[in-house]
């Protein structure tokens, strides 16, 4: 059986999640706005989650249907085979958004939603109550936009940035999906050497690293879709199987992550263990204003700004020592995030391309320089 599915991903990053699931073998059927829609079998739903590692989230397409009231919303949802997909001992918390629409207002949204798949439930399953907390959960997702309802269940659980390797935050670190996402951008492979002056807790090294090696990002974590009927645990084992054969061998690799704090560094030590990537990279304290690239370096790094860890006459500062520096050497490619809006003039230098990134709730540029 096939499946219409979307992968979520962070706005600027779409491009580089449908290049991610062609790759995969998986039929792309349409790009917007963070979103990517597919096609496929129930295996390429646990490949997707598995492998994808810039989208936020897989869900499946269980309904479509224009609404601009109430009842249309109630009724449409209601033509849901519900029971198909949700047992009595289920709970299914439901979340959504509403864009350009009629139906403004996202709680009374999910309260009509919610009501409706109930009532169709007990029809389907026979019975007369539900349990107010069941025990799986089965997370269902919607989307309005401009009165077109998109009904879908999730499949991930934990969000696909959550890899497992990062157990505890520190300092300002930048989420996983958006790290793999500048790996890509800044072309890293298997013959890559990388480096990262302002590295915190390693998150872009050791994504490029799971990059470089095409080590499947969520290799070692659990997907809610295991535990569903209609999706199983078979088919995500299938899927992890086939990806560890993907897991490139004898690469030569190299990555080193520096930082000024020798408490993230030891935050980046202890991550690249847990993502098992620790044989390629190294990390050690240094000040970046002092770091020298050699010219067959990448260089992947966000460097702090403004809103997070300084304040932006000091983060200014930083930058333009940093790239006063760094820019007299030869180096192959320095991509760097940042939300300084100044920030080509205070580095001198004007970007050969750049990048409107989100990170969290922050604009950033991507400036790539090669
Ligand atoms: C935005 S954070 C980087 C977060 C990192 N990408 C992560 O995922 O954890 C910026 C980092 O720059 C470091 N930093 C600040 N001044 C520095 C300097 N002069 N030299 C090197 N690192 C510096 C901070 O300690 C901080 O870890």
Same mark, same amino acid.
């Given at each position: ?75 449409? #949802? ?76 999730? #499949? ?46 390693? #998150? ?167």
């Amino acid at each position: 059986m096939n499946y219409r599915a979307v992968a979520t991903c962070l706005f600027g990053l779409e491009k580089v999640v449908e290049f991610e699931l062609k790759r995969l073998g998986i039929d792309v059927i349409s790009v917007s706005d963070g979103r990517v829609s597919f096609e496929g079998t129930k295996t390429d739903i646990a490949r997707a989650n598995i492998n994808c590692s810039t989208a936020e989230r897989i869900l499946i397409v269980l309904d479509e249907f224009d609404a601009s009231d109430f009842d249309s919303l109630f009724d449409k #949802t209601g033509e849901v085979v519900w029971g198909d997909i949700i047992s009595e001992k289920d709970s299914f918390p439901v979340k959504g958004y509403s864009i350009n629409s009629t139906l403004t207002s996202v709680p009374a949204c999910q309260r009509i939603i919610k009501k409706s798949i109930a009532e169709r439930l007990k029809r389907d399953l026979g019975v007369r109550s539900l349990p107010e907390n069941g025990r799986r959960k089965i997370a269902i997702r919607f989307s309005i936009v401009s009165d077109r309802v998109t009904l879908m269940v999730d #499949t991930s659980g934990e969000g696909l940035h959550k890899r497992g390797y990062r157990p505890n935050i520190y300092g300002a670190p930048i989420k996983e999906t958006l790290a793999a996402g500048i790996s890509d951008f800044a072309r890293i492979g298997q013959n890559s050497t990388v480096t990262d002056p302002f590295c915190g807790t390693g #998150t872009l090294i050791i994504e490029s690293a799971l990059r470089a090696n095409r080590i499947a990002p969520g290799l070692n974590r659990h997907f809610a879709a295991e535990s569903y009927p209609f999706i199983g645990k078979g088919a995500f084992d299938f899927a992890r199987k086939e990806a560890r054969e993907n897991i490139v061998r004898n690469s030569k690799f190299t990555a080193v992550g520096t930082d000024i704090d020798p408490k993230a560094i030891e935050h980046a030590r202890f991550n690249a263990k847990a993502a098992k990537v620790d044989e390629f990279v190294k990390f050690e304290v240094m000040d970046a204003r002092k770091y020298i690239p050699s010219k067959d370096m990448i260089v992947v790094t966000n460097p702090p700004y403004g809103e997070k860890l300084m304040d932006p006459v000091s983060s200014g500062k930083l930058i333009g020592e940093f790239c006063e520096n760094f820019f007299k050497y030869d180096f192959k490619g320095l991509y760097l995030i940042s939300g300084q809006p100044d920030f080509e003039d205070i580095a001198g230098k004007k970007a050969k391309r750049r990048r409107k990134l989100y990170n969290g709730m922050i604009v950033c540029q991507l400036y790539m320089y090669f």
